[in-house]
């Protein structure tokens, strides 16, 4: 059984951070190139963060460039996003994906992140 369970986000000022973190079980990580999207109220969902199965590359959206930084623990099945400066704009629920070779995909619940003073 597949499973991508996100935690760390919460409630923080703006200019503030957190990290994310997703935990993967049931799937052969290192194969998984990994990312985080997130859904604002009423918008769709977008990727904010991708990185490669062995962690060597990433690609970020315009947004959040420079701010946020994805990695990965391959020992470990984890993938992180560290976020900083965060903004009202930042606000949203934040999934883990992941993505095999055979182009199945597997998503986590979401963890809820909110940017208000």
């Known amino acids: 059984q597949v499973q991508l369970v996100e935690s760390g986000g919460g409630v923080v000022q703006p200019g503030g951070s957190l990290r994310l973190s997703c935990a993967a079980s049931g799937i052969t990580f290192s194969s998984y190139q990994m990312s985080w999207y997130r859904q604002a109220p009423g918008k769709e969902r977008e990727m904010v963060a991708l990185?490669?199965?062995?962690?060597?590359?990433?690609n970020y959206a315009n947004s959040v460039k420079g701010r946020f930084t994805i990695s990965r623990d391959n020992a470990k099945n984890m993938v992180y996003l560290r976020m900083n400066s965060l903004n009202v704009e930042d606000t949203g629920v934040y999934y883990c994906?992941?993505?095999?070779?055979?182009?199945?995909?597997?998503w986590g619940q979401g963890t809820q992140v909110t940017v208000s003073s």
């Open positions: 990185i490669s199965t062995t962690g060597s590359s990433a």
């Open positions: 994906k992941g993505l095999g070779g055979l182009l199945e995909d597997y």
